[in-house]
């Protein structure tokens, strides 16, 4: 009962001879409901056929097997739902039958953070191919540009011309290095989101000459350390909208409890958004709105002309 897995013993065709207290909240059962009752019980309907058919193979060679063998098992709970699970097997022979232990371990964070490493995997992947493919050969076009602006003698024209276009792809290369910055993931390796954050600031102030000040409650930050991921994107991209839209000279990151509720704010004092500048931002607002909402938090914004914006995301202690 102590064993921090659920067990399940299963006899005779396939039924089950013991389950243990964790065995019982993981499949939502009562012990006296698992008792007697084919394991099938807790294989989702579309699979047990073949679990039958398994099992009964398994009787014929019956061997130890081991969990994070990569087999792709769910189990059922008696609400219907399914969920992953790692499963380790062990054969005990008797007289006259034989009996199986299985070892049970909900395997849902697992999965969830092999799927999150391979996707943070690929995201560094593409950040480098942007960094080594598209950026060097913006750069060389840019460089071309250059050199053919010298040579352009006094026509004005052609030299503003290529001036302007200059000065359009360094801005790309400046948007892709921020992309490529928003791909990996290494602002947040072996940092807390109180850390990653005040890093983030420190860079954005260092990149943009905007002074930035930073007001973060560490015991409040550490509350949501699994989900730095999405709070720190939100927080780029409210910094992004204060470099290239507000104009402003200086800004604040807070993240404080008030009222009961972690708040997370980024204001500046710049020029506010208007009609023209908030549709300009509406993608990333739009990122940012999905981002808190994914985590449970509400987002807002409160801008007007000429009054500065507060990008403010909400979220339950």
Same mark, same amino acid.
Not at 8 to 36: D, F, H, P, T
Not at 55 to 69: F, N
Not at 106 to 119: C, I, P, W
């Given at each position: 009962? $102590?064993l921090?897995?659920g067990?399940?013993?299963v006899?005779?065709?396939g ?9 019982q909240?993981l499949?939502g ?6 008792l007697?009752?084919p ?5 989702p309907? $579309?699979?047990? #056929? ?17 969990m994070?063998m ?5 189990l059922?709970?008696k609400?219907?739902?399914? #969920?992953?699970?790692?499963?380790a097997l062990?054969p005990?022979t008797t007289?006259p ?6 070892a ?8 969830q ?25 913006? #750069?060389a076009v840019g ?5 053919t602006?010298?040579k ?5 024209v052609v ?16 948007d892709?290095?921020n ?5 990996r993931?290494g ?6 989101l109180d ?7 420190a860079?954005f ?8 000040a930073?007001d973060?409650d ?5 509350? #949501?350390?699994?989900?730095s ?13 204060? $470099? ?6 200086t800004?604040r990151?807070?993240?404080l409890?008030?009222?009961g ?12 958004l208007?009609g ?13 709105q ?15 002309p ?12």
């Amino acid at each position: 009962e $102590a064993l921090p897995d659920g067990i399940v013993i299963v006899g005779r065709g396939g039924r089950i001879a013991y389950a243990n207290q964790l065995m019982q909240r993981l499949s939502g059962y009562s012990r006296r409901e698992l008792l007697g009752k084919p394991i099938e019980l807790l294989v989702p309907e $579309a699979a047990r #056929f073949d679990h039958e058919r398994h099992r009964e193979g398994y009787a014929g060679s019956p061997r130890a097997r081991p969990m994070g063998m990569s087999l792709d098992i769910a189990l059922q709970r008696k609400d219907g739902t399914v #969920f992953p699970a790692d499963i380790a097997l062990s054969p005990l022979t008797t007289e006259p039958e034989l009996l199986v232990v299985a070892a049970v371990r909900d395997a849902t964070e697992r999965r969830q953070a092999q799927r999150l490493l391979a996707v943070l995997e690929d995201r560094e992947r593409i950040a480098k191919e942007l960094h080594d493919g598209v950026i060097q050969a913006l #750069f060389a076009v840019g460089m071309t540009l250059q050199a053919t602006e010298a040579k352009s003698g006094d026509r004005e024209v052609v030299r503003n011309r290529l001036a302007e276009a200059v000065d359009s792809i360094d801005e790309i290369i400046r948007d892709l290095r921020n992309y490529i910055f928003g791909l990996r993931p290494g602002l947040l390796a072996d940092r807390r989101l109180d850390e990653a954050l005040r890093e983030l600031t420190a860079e954005f102030q260092e990149r943009t000459g905007i002074v930035a000040a930073v007001d973060i409650d560490p015991r409040v930050a550490a509350r #949501f350390a699994n989900s730095s991921g999405p709070l720190v994107q939100i927080v780029r991209e409210a910094l992004s909208n204060v $470099a290239r839209h507000s104009q402003a000279g200086t800004c604040r990151l807070s993240f404080l409890e008030r009222d009961g509720q972690a708040m997370l704010e980024i204001d500046d004092d710049g020029r506010g958004l208007d009609g023209r500048r908030a549709g300009s931002a509406g993608q990333g607002l739009r990122n940012m709105q999905e981002r808190a909402a994914a985590i449970g938090g509400r987002f807002s914004l409160e801008s007007a002309p000429g009054q500065g914006s507060t990008v403010r995301v909400t979220l339950p202690l």
